[in-house]
């Protein structure tokens, strides 16, 4: 389903996020604000335990804020229909998660759903295509998803979130259970994604990636608030 | 043989020597049973007399609403049962766990009772309360087993299911493995029984009817209505709550908030 757009400037909007997991200790995000604008790259980094994931959590209704509003295209989130907006919003986590199943299947699970069942699936060829891109050449299609090493799920979970066109990428630590080699694919795939296809991206991290991206902005988030980077 | 041949209470007394061959097997093994088995006699023999005494009672007063307040405590007790096995604290599933129960075993004990028997009223205690008793003692167990897979299942595969939320699946659809799962779990036990009735084991209600001197093709006829309307309650009690409980799992979002 695609969201009517009626703030051409934001595409997100944060205002005044706070978050807890238990009413009485210290909330994990306090008095957040952040636009994100079409086509940006935005580097949230920080400290373990500063709210970096949390936040992203909160964009994709995995996690619902104490206090505060984000809007999506300029409607409140919490007003679209949460399978919508996260088809529209694409979290991939920092551990890449795969079901039993083969590679191929693992790509169209988004298309079994119901938001995903209108869209026009890739066929084979475009997947095989799609893999060379993602660093992922040869992989058989028929192949279990589960017997690819950590990285090259890090890369197929990726791929897999923008078969079905999301709007936006939350990354989530996408690097943090990689080696070094393959880190370096992951954010190669992350700076096409964004200069070339013009995805608009969320990363969460603790490493030194700095993406060689013109519309990159960075903030520091420690302890609940944005520093400045 | 048609007449019924009354157990004594010097009978009974004899049949109480395999107790004590338990007992003794408990003794010279040293397995530690002995308290458990005086404590298991002691409650078999005093629940069931007052079981009997109860029935007898009912039986004889034929009244409406003692036969409904009988059924509404022996779902009570099922309810404290599971409670029991399932040990969850963080999802509140006891009241529409026993509010399905309530309404789909009444519903099967009432349509095996008086549609398929033929009772005359339909809640005719001798056969409304047997009814209703073997159903929620089967019930019961594929609940507990349901409701206990249902939610170690979510909290394992946790991550999976928020994979699926992430890619745009419903919460319906990013459970659907384990909601299946979940009721496979409960229902197989008396699937498992239909397969195994009359070659495996001779079931307790069918061996009681003929050993109270019932012809053995209208035992078995009995013993089949049974063993559908097992199955038939248990697919309906668990499909009911696992529809409901699942739901609970996750919150106005469809976020998933059962944590670890």
Known sequence: MSLPETNMRSLLEISDISFGYDKGSKPVLEHLDLDVRRGECIVIKGPSGGGKSTLLRLVCRLNIPLSGTILFKGKNIADIAPPALRSAVSYVSQIPQMTDASVRESLLLPFSFETGKGKPAPSDKQLEQMLDDFYLHGTNLDHSALKLSVGQRQRLSIMRSILTGPEMLLLDEPTSALDTESANMVFSIIERLNTEEGKTLMIVTHSDFQPSVPKARNFILRNGTFEQA | ?260
């Open chain 2, 1 to 260: 043989m048609d007449r019924i041949i009354d157990i004594s209470l010097p009978q009974l007394l004899l049949a109480f020597i395999l107790i004590l061959t338990a007992q003794g097997a408990s003794f010279v093994y040293r397995l530690g049973l002995n308290r458990d088995i005086w404590i298991g006699t002691i409650r078999t023999v005093s629940q069931l007399f007052l079981m009997g005494y109860a029935l007898t009672f009912i039986f004889g007063a034929r009244n409406l609403w003692l036969t409904l307040g009988i059924f509404v405590v022996m779902v009570f007790s099922a309810i404290f049962i599971i409670r029991g096995r399932v040990k969850e604290k963080q999802i509140p599933y006891e009241i529409p766990t026993f509010l399905t129960m309530l309404s789909s075993y009444f519903l099967t004990a009432l349509f095996v009772s008086w549609v398929v028997i033929g009772t005359t009223p339909w809640w005719e205690p001798r056969y409304f309360i047997p009814t209703a008793g073997m159903v929620i003692g089967n019930s019961m167990s594929a609940l507990a087993i349901s409701i206990e897979r249902l939610f170690s299942q979510m909290r394992q595969q946790r991550d999976v299911v928020e994979m699926k939320l992430c890619l745009g699946a419903n919460y319906k659809e990013a459970s659907l493995d384990i909601f299946k799962g979940a009721v496979k779990a409960g229902m197989i036990p008396s699937i498992n029984a239909m397969m195994g009735v009359g070659l495996v084991f001779i079931p307790g209600m069918m061996s009681g009817q003929i050993l109270a001197g019932t012809d053995p093709l209208i035992a078995i006829r009995y013993q089949i209505v049974v063993m559908f309307m097992l199955v038939g309650s248990t697919a309906i009690s668990t499909i009911t709550v696992m529809h409901i409980i699942r739901r609970r799992c996750f919150g106005q979002s469809e976020e998933l908030i059962l944590t670890q």
